[in-house]
């Protein structure tokens, strides 16, 4: 590959950035995503509906809907495709699964979000590379971005940790350690006034 075939990454949002606001129709009725501020929201993309993985992650989130309303977090999706194909998919997953889908689904068919938030690149034709995931704070501010391949599922209780990991850590006095859980003892940050102390760089907080 030459110089001359590199093409610059397009624009994506960085965690820190605040989550660019939009208005669109979802199988819950509009949404503005600005109406999610006071609360924890996890807003997530998938490539598209009637896809074997996609439809995995739906029923999974929505059995662990109730662990994310229990930590103040809302749920929204959104994919490309149509708000009649969000209906008649999320109708065919409670029929199939006998699971019914509480968040809302938006659509997206301009690709005009997916871009805003960098899903996409501008000349993206389909939505291929979309399956990612914000955390989007209370005020509006992106905490965390995931993004996963079209061959592998996110993983649901990982979302559920990563929510309760920001929110524990969220005003930069306690830190959460590697595969930490809630209940579990966080750290303080490193304190080069304690370096007396041979765990001034690494400790608990319990």
Known sequence: MTD???RPPPAAL???DAAPDFEARSTKGPVRLSDFRGRW???FSHPADFTPVCTTEFV???KAHDRFVAMGCAL???SVDSLYAHLAWTRAIRELFSVEIPFPVIEDPSMAVGRTYGMLDETAESSAGV??????DPKGVIRAITHYP???GRSIDEMVRMVAALQASYSGERLAPADWQPGQPLLFPADE???QEPDWFCRSAA
């Open 4 to 6: 001359a075939t590199l």
């Open 150 to 152: 079209l061959t592998m």
């Open 131 to 136: 399956r990612a995931t914000y955390f989007i």
């Open 76 to 78: 929204v999706g959104l």
């Open 14 to 16: 960085r965690m820190g």
């Open 41 to 43: 929201l996890v807003f």
């Open 60 to 62: 999974a989130l929505a």
């Open 193 to 195: 006034k304690a370096q």
